[in-house]
């Protein structure tokens, strides 16, 4: 095929469907690196020319016999580009792209997309607000954290996703039990304050180093929330042009231009402060959000990430110029919960508001759009409501053994 360019994605998760299917459409050849424990799993098979399987997930990978097998694979087969799919298949595409030098995000780039010590490093060298941190590096630097820095404070895994393995103390003594509980992994965890307050989220897609599409969008009950206490997931886009979509969005350039991200998707959260009201940046990811924000996304602005972003790789290994389609300024939510019911009956959820209802085993979900933001709003809190009472079911968190 004229013009055909080989993509090799990874994907430790089973996602990305619309990003495999648009490259493909885009005539272009795609392989696809995966876990052999998703090898059932309804891959789009007839748009991805062969899947690889690797032994374990994620963590269990072995990153050499990754590298072996890639390089085998290039002695018959040019690859164009590598693209992860997920935030922790970041380090695996950094780690072929450097060793095989094939263009890209490299190593050092890649940490301050996984990294949350690095991001919170990079964030203060380019001037961005974030909340007061510290390594756990060294035991007179956290001492003196904490004798300066008003408790309660947060113990956060540095490369894990989303609100995983995040330790909420009170006080010094029982800091440094955690602490030592941790033994040599301790370095792998950085201390920060606690800030109370509305957690936001910036769903973008960057193009020649510019941001060219990103939509603000509020969590009603926050991932940290969620992960540690159960609950109804519930995120909705905010009005559009209002006092906190501007700041939020003008933080997020200052971010992905800081950071050196020149293409792709980025999900990057923000946090308002209670307190004084300021605009704090948590963490960033290059990838799409996960927990079907895609789907809310695309149903408020007529933007679908996975399959621009695949676009946007398209067209950049291809040379040729990128067009976003035209974006809508309409309202989506979303509300999803852990379900007691492996296909939970959701039929009395009947408003013509519902666009998309989450298709996994064992979730309560869907997404409602509106023109007007105050209905979504409304939805959501009655959905969440009868969710919470009907379908939810309560697993308690595990605690992260392996960490990356």
């Known amino acids: 095929m004229e013009n055909s360019k080989t993509f090799l994605c990874i994907s430790n998760y089973f996602k990305g469907a619309d990003f495999l299917i648009n490259l493909k459409k885009l005539g272009n050849k795609v392989y696809l690196v995966t876990s052999e424990k998703l090898r059932d799993k309804p891959w789009p098979h007839q748009y991805i020319d062969e899947i690889f399987y690797m032994e374990g997930q994620d963590v269990d990978w072995n990153l050499e016999h990754l590298l072996l097998g890639v390089g085998n694979f290039m002695k018959s087969t040019k690859i164009d580009a590598i693209v992860a799919l997920d935030d922790y298949d970041v380090e695996k595409a950094t780690y072929l792209r450097e060793n095989l030098r094939i263009d890209g995000m490299g190593q050092t780039t890649g940490r301050y997309f996984r990294d949350k010590l690095a991001m919170r490093m990079r964030a203060k060298s380019c001037g961005i607000s974030i909340p007061a941190f510290c390594s756990l590096f060294n035991d007179h630097d956290i001492n003196s954290f904490v004798n300066t820095i008003p408790a309660p404070w947060v113990l956060k895994p540095r490369s894990e996703a989303s609100a995983t393995g995040i330790i909420k103390v009170n006080d010094k003594e029982s800091l440094w039990i955690h602490i030592n509980e941790m033994g040599n992994n301790r370095f792998k965890y950085l201390l920060e304050q606690f800030k109370p307050g509305d957690v936001y989220h910036c769903d973008s897609l960057i193009s020649d180093s510019k941001v060219i599409f990103c939509l603000t969008s509020k969590y009603l009950a926050t991932p940290m929330e969620i992960s540690q206490g159960g609950g109804v997931f519930r995120s909705a886009n905010i009005p559009y042009d209002s006092e906190d979509d501007k700041a939020i969005k003008k933080i997020n350039q200052q971010v992905l231009k800081g950071f050196g ?114 209905k979504i709003l409304e939805l959501l809190e009655d959905y969440g409501n009868r969710l919470a009472a009907d379908f939810t079911a309560v697993v308690e968190q595990k605690s992260v053994l392996k960490l990356h």
């Open 261 to 374: 991200l020149k293409h792709g998707a980025a999900h990057t959260e923000f946090i308002k402060c209670k307190e004084d009201g300021q605009i704090y940046f948590l963490e960033t990811s290059s990838r799409v959000g996960g927990a079907h924000l895609a789907e809310m996304v695309a149903e408020a602005s007529n933007i679908n990430l996975w399959k621009e972003w695949a676009a946007i790789e398209n067209a950049l290994v291809k040379e040729t110029k990128y067009a976003l389609p035209k974006v809508k300024k309409a309202y989506a939510g979303i509300v999803l919960t852990l379900s007691k019911f492996q296909h939970p009956d959701l039929s009395s959820f009947s408003d013509s508001e519902v666009c998309f209802r989450v298709p996994l085993e064992y979730h309560a979900g869907m997404i409602v759009k509106s023109k007007k933001q105050v």
